[in-house]
């Protein structure tokens, strides 16, 4: 039943359709990563954390990866379905993860209104070795086996952990980044002092 509404929706409005779903599923990560891994319960839940993460996901994430998937598609080679499977998978590791890991990272950043630098400093390499020990063979069995519309979805649907993991790490490097924000404005009031001895 659900599978039959998102197919019409998809069929109607594509692009307004991914980007909802895929905000949703930010979000449910991010709540998942709030509420079962961190522990946090209903009353020290940050929402605006998960607004972030639903903004991210319906407005940058989304709408990106459904046309990247598109621009995949063209990658042809139909003697070679094989060499044709590797050169999408390869050209999705190769081009938009590492991108995107970047993106996210800096988008989260900028919306905390903290330091792209420390931000990606702090999380985007441990992200990025993340990225290739799940994605590669989620995107094998997606691009072999799920066609075109539905790909972002399946992406989407075991993204709920990757979005977990990447909120936690998110938030591990935004406190980070609050630490060495302290121990900046600590230097500059210390010259300060000085300055005026």
Avoid at 75 to 104: H, K, T, W
Avoid at 169 to 175: D, G, K, L, Y
């Amino acid at each position: 039943m659900v599978l039959r509404w998102y197919t019409a929706r998809l069929a109607k409005q594509p692009l307004l359709t991914q980007a909802i779903t895929t905000a949703i599923l930010f979000a449910t990560g991010d709540v998942i990563a709030q509420q079962v891994v961190e522990k946090k319960g209903i009353q020290k839940h940050e929402w605006i954390r998960t607004g972030r993460m639903f903004a991210y996901g319906g407005v940058i994430f989304g709408p990106s990866a459904a046309t990247w998937y598109r621009i995949l598609q063209r990658i042809s080679i139909p003697s070679r379905p094989n060499l044709q499977l590797a050169a999408r998978v390869a050209a999705d590791q190769c081009v938009f993860a590492p991108v995107f890991c970047g993106v996210f990272l800096a988008s989260m950043a900028t919306m905390e209104r903290s330091s792209v630098r420390a931000k990606l400093d702090a999380a985007y390499w441990p992200a990025l070795k993340a990225n290739y020990v799940l994605w590669p063979a989620v995107q094998v069995v997606n691009f072999k086996f799920v066609p075109l519309q539905h790909r972002l979805m399946v992406v989407n649907v075991v993204a709920i952990g990757w979005n977990c993991f990447l909120s936690m790490i998110n938030n591990t490097a935004s406190e980070a980044g609050k630490g060495e924000k302290v121990e900046v404005e600590l230097e500059v009031e210390e010259k300060k002092k000085k300055k005026e001895k």
